[in-house]
């Protein structure tokens, strides 16, 4: 069994920063790809970016230039940096992790979900 708990979420005004951080633990024997996303009031659940095991990285076209997703494989966590934060960016983000658990099968975890809201 894993576990993803994010951390990180809370209240920004338009033009600031937030750090976004999502730590999995459990019987993992490794990560695969690990990504974040998000759902806004009456909108589905989108992707915001994702991240290989390798480093390789994706994202939405709408946070490129703004956002930043890394990951620190030793402490099996997935971070999202968000800068130039706008009210759109308003939502509550789910990080996930496609997980090969110690002697059982490869599936995906999704965490939570946290609060970011922008608002002056």
């Known amino acids: 069994q894993v576990q993803l708990v994010e951390s990180g979420g809370g209240l920004v005004q338009p033009g600031g920063s937030l750090g976004l951080s999502c730590a999995a633990s459990g019987s993992i024997f490794t990560i695969y790809d690990m990504g974040w996303y998000r759902q806004a009031p009456g909108k589905q659940r989108e992707l915001v970016a994702t991240?290989?095991?390798?480093?390789?990285?994706n994202y939405a076209d709408s946070v490129k230039g703004r956002f930043t997703i890394s990951r620190d494989n030793a402490k099996n966590t997935v971070y999202l940096q968000m800068n130039s934060l706008n009210v759109e960016d308003t939502a509550v983000y789910y990080c996930?992790?496609?997980?090969?658990?110690?002697?059982?099968?490869?599936?995906?975890?999704w965490g939570q979900g946290t609060q970011v809201t922008v608002s002056s």
């Open positions: 991240i290989t095991s390798g480093g390789a990285t």
């Open positions: 996930n992790a496609d997980v090969h658990e110690i002697r059982y099968r490869r599936r995906v975890y």
